[in-house]
């Protein structure tokens, strides 16, 4: 396959992130200088196109993470990217209400509702992945990582608002390989990884790979008296490569992941007083029953969650991609069937009390994409990319939720009538039935004009087309059999049945226009301004009656997003192998979708709605140096500053349950955003020998810091997580003929910190919390041959 002539700047790519080339170095067995300046070039591959271009010309901001540097950073997943990316936020509470943001846009905190689209993209090859749970999952046979910020919506197939993260695997090969890697650390993790590849005939190539995941869990449940939140994860992938002709190539790849983990619980992490009335606060609750947690210190890391946990899932799929070198470019062909099973089980009161005694909401998913692009170059100064995409997607959920012995007291008012009726709640519970269908198609393109020798212009639209529908059902049964209006009405105020169908379509035009310009062969100045949008969304986790107890049906559609963003920055590279970036950017939208709760459904129940308006700006800097062959260094740093601007009929916070049921939050700030996060680090090399090898030793440190940040939709002072630090670090030997080993550490300072905190369903002031993993250590070899 020949690539196209020109690189079109702006179709994947940015600024190189600082932390890909701490691991760019040159191999022992450089001695000329001409191959040294070679391997300085700074050059990446683009994986859209399959061309290079200098890195420093790409207007675009971007991290790129290699091959090398994610195994021996222990990223094996796209959760622990975040702290190899300071603008990448991700947050989890189990692989289906999973978050992933970019400079804190993306998806809604709270709750996964499947009925909304993802703002931040997940490509796998090309392949557009819509569940969000993917991002738990085990890289497989990865080559390299790329972190798109700000809106993609003219160059990649499904629209991304907020940016995207496409991960690139490594294709077949003619020449027969095989690589393995195997680690064991402390807390019984051990990992295995391994691929083979080569010619099965003269035109055709194949490569099986895998990854198996174990560890044991970071928690202690005293009543079960085992670990929970640990790691069992398996996974295979194959390709074949058919080689069809020097202008044809056909890629056939499957892949198939099993997770079975013991997980995922929270711990209590303390009370905060309420507007309610002294006895349906936390004290009066758990005094009434003698109840007390095994530990309100969350970093005793204890439970006694009375509910087995279970995060089982398995998802793959199978694509077929097609590059033909056609007239002046190349044409691609991407098809791709995915399937994600979702088998969980929770304990969603986070107590040792018999309050909600089951909480599950299986669900399976489909998906078909097809993908066909076209990108080539009309003349020397004018390249092109245009493309169409289809999606078809069907989920069906099946829920359970019931309610135990100690719900009526810990969920009813003592001053409601009947409230201790024997057996009111016990055993009462609620199954529904949601179907759901999302289709969208679209038209894209981009084109790139070079004006002058130092002026280009990068101008690109988008023209989406999106439909949805839902019927849901949900049906009470269990609890007390009784014709009492009272009591009746008292259990429907916990879990009531629900039916309602909806539908929603919406067309969309958006677009964006870059200007790139050469200040002097060393700086590079772009800016860009963008329009995007995120597709309207359907409620598929319940809605509120009206007055008048009929389901409130125009609230099962949730306006798209309407989304306006400008962006600068400037490129420089003064110095051979030392660069410095910075970027500064601004995002307004209008009708953001957020997870809103209302008292009137019931104290389990959120549902989706609008923002008027929300703002985030900031300034991010990444510079990196290889100061020698034997010393690199890099270093990032982003200032975010999110807001709603406008959120009048927003709930209200933890501390302020009991109140009005909605109050203005305008002017306070987004959740998960840290206005200061940022990455620093670097790594030391000397040639050396080990067991008669020859090679280089290596010694690294990384840091990740972030600053404090909401942990809740509507800023709570009890729901805000402290800022924290974590060093990594590693030491090993490379040797020169395909084979390293080396000690690692993950928080070696074993910090304690929160993945994030959360409110207690049912509102009694509890919260709880995820503590982050404790130090971890161990070694890996790795070998190809």
């Not at 202008?247 to 992490?269: F, K, M, W």
Request: glycine share 10%; no cysteine; charged share 20%.
């Amino acid at each position: 396959m020949s690539p196209p002539h020109h690189a079109l700047l702006g179709i994947a790519l940015g600024a190189l992130a600082p932390v890909a080339a701490a691991q760019s170095v040159p191999a022992p067995d450089v001695s000329s200088p001409s191959e040294e300046a070679e391997l300085r070039r700074e050059t990446i591959t683009v994986t859209a196109r399959r061309v290079t271009e200098e890195l420093q010309d790409v207007p675009i901001p971007v991290s790129v993470l290699t091959e090398s540097f994610i195994a021996e950073t222990g990223a094996f997943n796209v959760g622990r990217l975040r702290e190899l990316v300071p603008t990448l936020q991700f947050y989890t509470t189990n692989p289906r209400n999973t978050a992933i943001n970019i400079r804190g846009l993306g998806a809604p905190y709270g709750l996964t509702n499947d009925g909304l689209d993802a703002g931040v993209g997940l490509y796998i090859d090309g392949v557009f992945l819509a569940r969000p749970a993917a991002t738990t999952l085990d890289f497989i046979d990865v080559s390299q990582i790329e972190v798109l910020r700000g809106p993609q919506g003219t160059l990649f197939g499904k629209n991304t608002s907020a940016g995207a993260i496409n991960i690139s695997t490594k294709k077949p090969s003619f020449t027969p390989e095989t690589e393995v890697e195997l680690t064991y650390g402390n807390l019984g993790f051990i990992q295995a990884k391994g691929s083979i590849t080569g010619p099965i005939t003269g035109k055709l190539a194949g490569r099986l790979s895998f990854s198996g995941t174990q560890r044991d869990g970071t928690l202690y449940n005293v009543a079960e008296r085992n670990d929970i939140n640990d790691l069992n994860n398996l996974g295979i992938r194959g390709q074949l490569l058919f080689d069809a002709s020097e202008t044809l190539e056909i890629i056939l790849a499957a892949d198939s992941t099993r997770q079975r983990p013991n997980g995922y619980a929270l711990v209590p992490a303390g009370v905060a007083p309420t507007l309610r009335p002294a006895n349906r606060q936390y004290a009066a609750l758990a005094n009434y029953f003698g109840y007390s947690p095994p530990s309100f210190n969350p970093f005793d890391r204890l439970t006694d969650a009375d509910t087995y946990h279970q995060s089982n899932q398995d998802f793959g799929g199978a694509s077929l991609t097609v590059n033909w070198d056609i007239g002046p470019g190349t044409l691609t062909s991407i098809t791709a069937w995915r399937l994600w099973n979702w088998g969980p089980s929770n304990d969603r009161d986070f107590l040792g009390l018999p309050i909600t005694t089951v909480s599950a909401n299986p669900s399976e998913q489909t998906q078909w994409t097809q993908e066909l692009r076209y990108a080539g170059d009309l003349s020397d100064n004018l390249s092109f990319v245009v493309g169409a995409f289809a999606f078809s997607q069907e989920i069906n959920s099946t829920g359970n939720q019931e309610q135990g012995a100690a719900a009526a007291r810990w969920l009813l008012s003592p001053t409601s009538t009947g409230w201790d009726t024997p057996g009111l709640l016990d055993g009462y519970g609620q199954t529904s039935d949601i179907q759901s269908e999302n289709t969208s198609a679209a038209l894209f393109g981009q084109l790139e004009w070079q004006v002058t020798d130092r002026l280009r212009v990068l101008p690109g639209l988008r023209l989406n087309y999106d439909e949805k529908s839902v019927d849901y059902d949900a049906q009470v049964y269990g609890g007390l059999q009784t014709s009492n209006p009272a009591l009746i009405a008292l259990q429907r105020s916990v879990l009531a049945p629900l039916a309602y169908q909806a539908s929603a379509d919406d067309t969309n035009l958006s677009g964006q226009l870059t200007l790139a310009y050469a200040v002097t062969e060393d700086v590079n100045a772009y800016a860009t301004y963008s329009t995007a949008f995120k597709s309207v969304g359907l409620n598929l986790g319940g809605i509120p009656n009206d007055a008048s107890g009929v389901p409130a049906v125009e609230l099962a559609t949730v306006k798209p997003e309407d989304v306006r963003h400008v962006e600068a920055g400037l490129k420089t590279e003064f110095w051979p192998g030392v660069t410095a970036n910075v970027t500064a950017y601004r995002t307004e939208i209008e009708d953001y979708q957020v997870q809103v709760v209302n008292a009137q459904v019931g104290v389990l129940r959120g549902y989706l709605a609008n923002a008027e308006k929300v703002r985030v700006q900031g300034v991010e800097f990444d510079g990196r140096a290889r100061i020698n062959d034997h010393l690199s260094a890099y270093a990032a740093l982003a200032w975010t500053d999110g807001q709603y601007v406008s959120f009048p009929d927003a709930p209200p916070a933890l501390e302020d349950t009991g109140g009005p049921q909605a109050v203005d939050i305008s002017g306070s700030r987004l959740p998960g955003i840290s206005e200061w996060s940022g990455s620093l680090g670097g790594e030391a090399r000397w040639n050396g020998g080990l067991l008669g090898r020859e090679g280089e030793y290596f010694t690294a440190l990384d840091v990740f810091f972030r600053s404090d940040f909401s942990s809740s939709p509507t800023e709570s002072r009890y729901l805000s997580v402290d800022g924290y630090s974590v060093l990594n670090g590693r030491v090993g030997f490379r040797s020169a003929n395909g084979w390293d080993v080396f000690l690692w550490g993950k928080n070696l300072l074993d910090e304690e910190y929160f993945e994030l905190l959360a409110a207690q369903p049912g509102n009694s002031g509890l919260f709880v919390g995820q503590p982050a993993d404790p130090r971890t250590y161990g070694i890996t070899l790795r070998a190809k041959f």
